[in-house]
Nanobody, 115 residues
Framework: QVQLVESGGGLVQPGGSLRLSCAAS????????MGWYRQAPGKQRELVAT???????NYADSVKGRFTISRDNAKNTVLLQMNSLKPEDTAVYYC?????????WGQGTQVTVSS
């Protein structure tokens, strides 16, 4: 069974940085894309950033210019470098792995931006 393991969440002050990591394990023939989503309490889960196996990236307007997504296809790993963090970035961040037959979600990692 496919499992997504996330790490790197935590507490950071406004203006600070965090790096999230997500590694996909299990039998995966091919990953089409990976990405990060986030969900704040009482709100819908929203797209943060995605990256295809070919390297094409997409960002939410709210994070563009501050966050950078990258991947290592050989390791089935996706990273999210988050800079200039704002309190409104506070949320549970979820890793997403998209394969030909469907997709998988990570368990989520908490990111809290507060002074």
């Amino acid at each position: 069974q496919v499992q997504l393991v996330e790490s790197g969440g935590g507490l950071v002050q406004p203006g600070g940085s965090l790096r999230l990591s997500c590694a996909a394990s299990g039998f995966i023939s091919s990953i089409n894309a990976m990405g990060w989503y986030r969900q704040a309490p009482g709100k819908q889960r929203e797209l943060v950033a995605t990256i295809t196996s070919g390297g094409t990236t997409n960002y939410a307007d709210s994070v563009k210019g501050r966050f950078t997504i990258s991947r290592d296809n050989a390791k089935n790993t996706v990273l999210l470098q988050m800079n200039s963090l704002k309190p409104e970035d506070t949320a549970v961040y979820y890793c997403r792995c998209l394969v030909a037959r469907g997709g998988y979600w990570g368990q989520g990692t908490q990111v809290t931006v507060s002074s």
